[in-house]
T-cell receptor, first 114, second 114 residues
Framework: KAGVTQTPRYLIKTRGQQVTLSCSPISGHRSVSWYQQTPGQGLQFLFEYFSETQRNKGNFPGRFSGRQFSNSRSEMNVSTLELGDSALYLCASSLGAGRAREQYFGPGTRLTVT | AQSVTQLDSQVPVFEEAPVELRCNYSSSVSVYLFWYVQYPNQGLQLLLKYLSGSTLVESINGFEAEFNKSQTSFHLRKPSVHISDTAEYFC????????????FGDGTTLTVKP
C-alpha cells in the first residue's frame, strides 16, 4: 500500500497570502488529522476529519481551516499568513472510528512565510 | 482531558549503551499508548503501541516499552543503541472514548554518539 502523501513538500509564501496544503491518506483510511510542528511549540494538533466531517479541533485561530473529500483526501487552508505560521505541517491518517488510532504520518509540508 | 509528559527533552548517550526515554501520562479514562520516531526531515513513524494485554511491548528494531498503570507511565527502553537510533521520539496517548483523540508529548531528542 502506498503511504500518506502530502503536496507540496516545500512552500514559500509572503505574509498576508493564503496557502492550501493537500494530503492523500492510505487507501482505506477514513480519518485524517493535521498537525503543526515547530521547534518552539512542538507537535500541535490542528484538526481531524472523518468521513468528510470535522471530528476534533485544536486551539488554532479561524485562519486555519480544513476539509475532507469523499475519497478521504484532505486539504488544509491558512489565510492571511503570519510569520509565526512557518512550520512543518504533518498529515496523519488512520482507519478511523472504533480503532486504536495508531496514525500513519506523511513526510510533511515545510511552509516558510517571509 | 488527557496530557503527556516526556520528562527529558534531550538524551545523549554513547553507542552500545542502554537508554530509557521517559513518558508519563494523565487521563481520566483508559487510553491506548504509542511511541513514534521522527528521523530528520521526515514524518513520524509508529515504533510500538500498547492497546491491551501484556504490559511489555516490543518493536522490530530492539526497542521495548512497558505500560505501568499505577505509575501512569510508558517508558521506552533499548539495551544497546546504534548511531542510527539518533532521532526524535514522541510518546502519545489515544482516548477511545473521544473518537480516539490523540495527544502527543513534546518529544525527546535521542543523540547517539560514537
Amino acid at each position: 500500500k502506498a503511504g500518506v502523501t502530502q503536496t507540496p513538500r516545500y512552500l514559500i509564501k509572503t505574509r498576508g497570502q493564503q496557502v492550501t496544503l493537500s494530503c492523500s491518506p492510505i487507501s482505506g483510511h477514513r480519518s485524517v488529522s493535521w498537525y503543526q510542528q515547530t521547534p518552539g511549540q512542538g507537535l500541535q494538533f490542528l484538526f481531524e476529519y472523518f468521513s468528510e466531517t470535522q471530528r476534533n479541533k485544536g486551539n488554532f485561530p479561524g485562519r486555519f481551516s480544513g476539509r475532507q473529500f469523499s475519497n478521504s483526501r484532505s486539504e488544509m487552508n491558512v489565510s492571511t499568513l503570519e510569520l509565526g505560521d512557518s512550520a512543518l505541517y504533518l498529515c496523519a491518517s488512520s482507519l478511523g472510528a472504533g480503532r486504536a488510532r495508531e496514525q500513519y504520518f506523511g513526510p510533511g509540508t515545510r511552509l516558510t512565510v517571509t | 482531558a488527557q496530557s503527556v509528559t516526556q520528562l527529558d527533552s534531550q538524551v545523549p548517550v554513547f553507542e552500545e549503551a542502554p537508554v530509557e526515554l521517559r513518558c508519563n501520562y494523565s487521563s481520566s479514562v483508559s487510553v491506548y499508548l504509542f511511541w513514534y520516531v521522527q528521523y530528520p526531515n521526515q514524518g513520524l513513524q509508529l515504533l510500538l503501541k500498547y492497546l491491551s494485554g501484556s504490559t511489555l511491548v516490543e518493536s522490530i528494531n530492539g526497542f521495548e516499552a512497558e505500560f505501568n498503570k499505577s505509575q501512569t507511565s510508558f517508558h521506552l527502553r533499548k539495551p544497546s543503541v546504534h548511531i542510527s537510533d539518533t532521532a526524535e521520539y514522541f510518546c502519545a496517548v489515544s482516548d477511545p472514548t473521544n473518537a480516539g483523540k490523540s495527544t502527543f508529548g513534546d518529544g525527546t531528542t535521542l543523540t547517539v554518539k560514537p
